[in-house]
Antibody, heavy 119, light 107 residues
Framework: QVQLVQSGAEVKKPGSSLKVSCKAS????????ISWVRQAPGQGLEWMGG????????NYAQKFQGRVTITADESTSTAYMELSSLRSEDTAVYYC????????????WGQGTLVTVSS | DIQMTQSPSTLSASVGDRVTITCRAS??????LAWYQQKPGKAPKLLIY???TLESGVPSRFSGSGSGTEFTLIISSLQPDDFATYYC?????????FGQGTKVEIK
């Protein structure tokens, strides 16, 4: 059974950076896409970007271009999402999610990581 | 980006009711549409992909239809476990986008 396990909750100061991890087990990590989706309190789902580990190719939502970096370590089956220049509006639950094929829907999700940005 | 619009935003229904949720795309997405269910404090769960294909393990009371720009999720007989928020998501482009969600509440 595929599992995505994310790192724990974080509290960050405005202007700082954030790095969240997502460790996959039970499947072939490199062959699928891994994306990051966030959800602000009481709001909907927002795709931030994704990576195809086997190719190392990334694709980011225009809104986050220049501020987000997604990487993957095939040796540990772990994906990472780094977000810089944090502001209060970045307070959200961040999810990693596996795409069954490149550019497709999300069939497995991590448990979510709550990130609070506050001075 | 392709915009996805769901209606209604909130829906009040009773156990046993037939529930219909609509999702409209700002341009044609063929059948590249998925539906998710999300309960408070939990990650979304995939219900349907390619507009009408039921994900393994999802009860058959859920069904999806549509193509192009208009899509529908139907719950044929609402069960207590189905009270949740539902999202559509297009994957026609390399920038997937979600609808704003439809909350199904107890009437």
């Amino acid at each position: 059974q595929v599992q995505l396990v994310q790192s724990g909750a974080e509290v960050k100061k405005p202007g700082s950076s954030l790095k969240v991890s997502c460790k996959a087990s039970g499947g072939t990590f490199s062959s699928y896409g891994i994306s990051w989706v966030r959800q602000a309190p009481g709001q909907g789902l927002e795709w931030m970007g994704g990576i195809i580990p086997i190719f190392g190719t990334t694709n980011y939502a225009q809104k986050f271009q220049g501020r987000v970096t997604i990487t993957a370590d095939e040796s540990t089956s772990t994906a990472y999402m780094e977000l810089s220049s944090l502001r209060s509006e970045d307070t959200a639950v961040y999810y990693c999610a596996r795409q069954r094929s490149v550019g497709s829907f999300f069939d497995y999700w991590g448990q979510g990581t709550l990130v609070t940005v506050s001075s | 980006d392709i915009q996805m619009t769901q209606s209604p935003s909130t829906l009040s229904a009773s156990v046993g009711d037939r529930v219909t949720i609509t999702c409209r795309a700002s341009q044609s997405i063929s059948s590249w549409l998925a539906w998710y269910q999300q309960k408070p404090g939990k990650a979304p769960k995939l219900l349907i992909y390619k507009a009408s294909t039921l994900e393994s393990g999802v009860p058959s009371r859920f069904s999806g239809s549509g193509s192009g720009t208009e899509f529908t999720l139907i719950i044929s007989s609402l069960q207590p476990d189905d009270f949740a928020t539902y999202y559509c998501q297009q994957y026609n482009s390399y920038s997937p986008t979600f609808g704003q969600g439809t909350k199904v509440e107890i009437k």
